[in-house]
């Protein structure tokens, strides 16, 4: 039974930051790309982040400079560390594997940021 769960959300202001955590369990972890994905109320998912097993990061370009993905393989955990935080950011965030398998996915943590 594979299991996501994302933390860390909340209500900043624009040009702060947060951090999310996500736990993973019941799936090898450590040999599984890993991603952070996030969807705004009207808008299609996007992925925002992705890490490799051997930590090699990607970002969509919205992101880029700003937030920074992280992993921890053996407390099967990922990271996003968000800073300058922006209104359009707003969003709930999830954590899934790269490809995305739709059953895994969690509640999500919600991120708000205001101007």
């Known amino acids: 039974q594979v299991q996501l769960v994302e933390s860390g959300g909340g209500l900043v202001q624009a040009g702060g930051s947060l951090r999310l955590s996500c736990t993973a369990s019941?799936?090898?972890?450590?040999?599984?790309?890993m991603a952070w994905y996030r969807q705004a109320p009207g808008k299609q998912r996007e992925l925002v982040a992705s890490?490799?097993?051997?930590?090699?990061?990607v970002y969509a370009d919205s992101v880029r400079g700003r937030f920074t993905i992280l992993r921890d393989n053996a407390k099967k955990m990922i990271y996003l560390q968000m800073n300058s935080l922006k209104v359009e950011d707003t969003a709930v965030y999830y954590c899934n594997y790269v490809p995305v398998v739709d059953g895994y996915w969690g509640q999500g943590t919600q991120v708000t940021v205001s101007s």
């Open positions: 890490i490799t097993p051997s930590y090699s990061p």
């Open positions: 019941g799936r090898t972890f450590t040999i599984n790309t």
